[in-house]
């Protein structure tokens, strides 16, 4: 019987965006099969993909015993404590995106990471979609072609948004990636 998954305050359905799958491989830091393995983006020396338990990443034995990352870029502001920043870049599971991921911190705390989403998904967070408008124009976009990219967006297709909630406010913020 596989014991239930460790909490990820963070990302808190690695099952539902798929980088913990199920999995009868023995982790590499602990040498237990758990029934589960991380499938998503490691930052480390060795190679490391799909050998890795929930377990080992939160409890942070993985990132002690190989120095592993599990997020890439951030967006940190000054008011984050380094033990918010750590518990996020390495005792949480990253997320696969097209180019190399961001995590979002808000109110000096890490965003949880809710998914990919697409133009529907995007519509029940009018929040995220106005962080996502301001943007593309701080960028430069025309509105049309800043409402065209946005109408585009599909969880599953080239033009990805990734969605993510404040801990403290309940704030929702996006970004928009793709291939």
Known sequence: MTEPLPDF??????VATGVIV??????????RERGYVYRGPVYADEELGARLCPWC???GSAAERYDVHFTGGTSLGDDVP??????????????VAW?????????????????????AELAAHPEA???????????????ERIEALLGSLDKDGD??????RCRVCATHLAYVDFS
């Not at 305050?9 to 690695?14: A, N, Q």
């Not at 380094?82 to 997320?95: I, K, M, N, S, Y």
């Open 129 to 143: 979609l106005r962080m996502l408008r301001a943007g593309m124009a701080d960028e430069g976009r025309p509105s």
């Open 99 to 119: 180019q190399e991921p961001t995590w979002y911190f808000h109110c000096g705390d890490g965003a949880a990471f809710l998914g990919p989403a697409g133009s």
């Open 22 to 31: 199920p999995s009868r491989a023995a982790c590499v830091c602990c040498g």
């Open 9 to 14: 305050p963070y990302h808190p359905d690695p």
């Open 57 to 59: 990443i939160a409890d």
């Open 82 to 95: 380094r033990e918010v920043f750590t518990a996020v870049d390495q005792r949480t599971p990253g997320f």
């Open 159 to 164: 033009a990805t948004a990734y969605l993510f």
